[in-house]
DNA sequence: ATAAGTTTGTGAAGAATTTCACAAGCCTTG
DNA sequence: CAAGGCTTGTGAAATTCTTCACAAACTTAT
């Protein structure tokens, strides 16, 4: 979230930031800012703030985004090809090495630059290319086999779309985004207005 | 996130289930378990456990999902598209009422059951056909001055998945979803790996 | 009906996170 | 170069969240 707004930060130009403008900027407080980024060093100057731009270029380091990942999209459907259009995304090191379906009629597909493989070959691919981060996009009934299989072919993260719980040894990083948990979220907000201190 | 897993436990009939195994079933402890239920009521039976379906109707009332919430995609791209498509979005109650975008290209064209509509009509259509939840799936340059005018036109709640942080009143919900922060997420516990005490 | 075996609900203890507050340090001005 | 004005970095206090531990209560078996 910093790396965020520090690089539109810097895209405008500007070169120093206190942690309290920071803190205005993406609603927390000036003393969360300097805790959280003095969890990772010292980047800022007393009486000036922190440097835009080379403070951006430590955060990218941190998150291990100088280098290149190879991804596998796994579902050829709507998800993944909002992810794999979507720049913010390439912008970001994470190329996209192949996408994978067992549907008959999608294999073969051109889909963007890419063509849609058949999912049998996924582990041959995974391990040829290198591939350490997974997309999932499929059902959640066919979600955890899959993840097994990936997982031994050598994935070492998962993006998880699949509305499942995967089960996954503890050296395996998941991160599952369900968009209708998210929307219940928002109806709860909304169901329980007033009667809470306001909820943001 | 309990409602989820309440539901496939139903579905499989299962008809009670214990703090204990609603804990090992998606990672976290008994005592937190019942700490979470008990914040909002006595649902357990002691010697027995929850009431599976019961427990389940409880929750979908906390989170106000017994009636229908009236949704506004903008933006009629991939992403607006998968969750429209998405069973688990009307499932729970979220109609989509209308489809936006700006460009002349996409207005008119059809789009699930729906049309895609002229931005320009945005503020009537909200406040006639009453939707209180909009998904914001646009450029994030546009995004704040879409969030200005829905506001205006009634909209309480929002899934922005702009990636930009949107500047509203202490009233309107807002749930950002931002998939390269996610990503940025899995490249930092790759990097981190073995440093940590080993991310989940 | 009684006893044995479970499991909840919840105060209290413990751990983690957030906020406070201020000394130390840097920049600018005169 | 010294003084005044900001802003960071960080121990300590305050708050919040999680875990512990156990009485109360329910079920089942005999």
């Known amino acids: 979230m910093y790396l965020r707004y520090l690089e539109e930060l810097d895209g405008r130009g500007q070169h120093t930031a206190s942690s309290d403008e920071l803190a205005t900027l993406f ?47 796994i579902g050829a459907g709507k998800i993944g090809a909002a992810l794999a259009n979507y720049h913010g995304f390439t912008d970001r090191g994470f190329r996209v090495v192949g996408v994978y379906d067992n549907n008959p009629a999608k294999i073969g597909q051109k889909w963007g630059e890419e063509l849609v493989r058949d999912m049998v070959d996924l582990e041959r691919d995974v391990k040829r290319d290198d591939a350490l981060i997974a997309v999932l996009a499929i059902p959640a009934d ?38 209708a948990m998210e929307l219940e979220g928002l109806s709860f907000a909304l169901t329980n207005m007033g009667a809470d201190k306001g909820a943001a």
Chains 1, 2 share one sequence.
């Open 142 to 179: 066919d979600a955890q086999a899959v993840v097994d299989r990936i997982i031994k072919a050598g994935i070492r993260a998962i993006l998880n779309f699949a509305p499942a719980q995967l089960q996954v040894p503890s050296h395996i990083s998941v991160k599952t985004v369900n968009m």
């Open 27 to 73: 609603g927390t407080t000036p003393a969360q800012v300097r805790k959280d980024l003095s969890s990772f060093g010292s980047f800022g100057k007393r009486g000036l703030g922190y440097p835009v731009h080379e403070l951006s270029a430590q955060l990218r380091a941190i998150l291990g985004l100088g280098r290149e990942w190879r991804v596998v999209i």
